[in-house]
């Protein structure tokens, strides 16, 4: 699967090279996105040396103006599967 697919499916603005605020520990962290996983995004988060598969509505926020498109950034609600 893409991120295209991903895009589509979840109905979220992620493009490869995009930037998100992964919100689900106990403080933000941000990360970018790398590709796909199956139906996940891969994501790195910063400092990390390797990218972790991540559910596209799950805890992910999803920072403007970032990756392939501008101005697609939007917040997804909590809700769905964990990364």
Known sequence: MSIQYIRE???VPAV?????E???GKEPKLGTIVGA???R???RLDG???ALPYHPTWELRYLEGQGEKADV???V???GSGP
Do not use: C, E
């Open 9 to 11: 499916t979840y109905g």
């Open 16 to 20: 490869r090279g995009g930037r998100v």
């Open 22 to 24: 992964y919100t689900g």
């Open 37 to 39: 996983d199956g139906a």
């Open 41 to 43: 995004l891969s994501i």
């Open 48 to 50: 990390a040396k390797h």
């Open 73 to 75: 950034g939007r917040l």
């Open 77 to 79: 609600p909590k809700h």
